[in-house]
């Protein structure tokens, strides 16, 4: 069965540099999930997205922006990375906005230096 | 904001032994609540979970137990073995514009051979 794609899978980036992380959800879901998992940490809520309209928002940088488009591809835009940015970043997919599932994608490492 | 609080932070066992680990949650409005098994730098894994009109939910070796007047849920996990060995995070859906996830804290188990 296709899974939630994410890319790249790895990133290496200098502080003040630019990242833009890329999601593709399972067919037919029509939600997206972005989670920051820092070191030893649980994943935090970013941003989500519903029939490419933004549905909720958490603990984003104002640095961070992200959109989601006609085919339900996710962009997660990183700008002025910091060093506290390095973290894993997980997209996740769900089926509309009830209680369902959320299907998560093998994350991307991203390392600021 | 939702809150999830998780107990143990480690728990280490013996092989074939029980594992418990509990979260309670703040929000009253939560109604579904996964738990996860991450192992080191993969994605999330659900592994059960339960909808706020249930009490309880098995699957073979994995239980899961809601009470929600206590605001409190369980996972259990009988005859444990060293695949077992993973951190484990509980998680509540926060009820508002979306169905995002609110993870606690996490739980290193070690399961001893």
């Known amino acids: 069965a296709a899974g939630v794609i994410q890319s790249p899978r790895h990133l290496i980036k200098e502080k003040r540099e630019t990242a833009t992380l890329k999601c593709y959800p399972i067919?037919?879901?029509?939600?997206v999930y972005w989670y920051q998992q820092g070191p030893g940490q649980d994943p935090q809520f970013l941003i989500s997205f519903y029939e490419k309209m933004q549905s909720d928002k958490g603990s984003i940088p104002d640095r961070f922006s992200a959109q989601q488009f006609s085919d339900y591809h996710s962009e997660l835009n990183m700008s002025s990375l910091e060093l506290g940015d390095s973290a894993l970043y997980f997209c996740?997919?769900?089926?509309?906005?009830?209680?369902?599932?959320?299907?998560f994608g093998p994350g991307t490492r991203l390392t600021v230096l | 904001g939702e809150n999830v609080e998780q107990h143990p932070s480690t728990l280490s066992v013996q092989e074939g032994d029980s594992a418990v680990i509990k979260c309670t949650y703040s929000d009253s409005a939560s109604n579904y609540f996964p738990w996860y098994k991450q192992e080191l730098g993969k994605r999330p894994q659900l592994i059960i979970d339960?909808?706020?009109?249930?009490g309880e939910k098995k699957d073979q070796r994995i239980a899961v137990t809601l009470n929600k007047t206590a605001k409190h849920f369980s996972l259990h996990i009988t005859e444990t073995q060293p695949e077992d060995s993973a951190v484990y995070f509980c998680?509540?859906?926060?009820?508002?514009?979306?169905?995002?996830?609110?993870f606690g804290t996490g739980t290193l188990l070690a399961v001893q051979p």
């Open positions: 996740a997919s769900s089926l509309d906005r009830g209680d369902n599932e959320q299907f």
């Open positions: 339960i909808r706020s009109n249930v």
């Open positions: 067919p037919r879901h029509d939600t």
């Open positions: 998680a509540a859906s926060y009820r508002g514009a979306t169905n995002k996830l609110i």
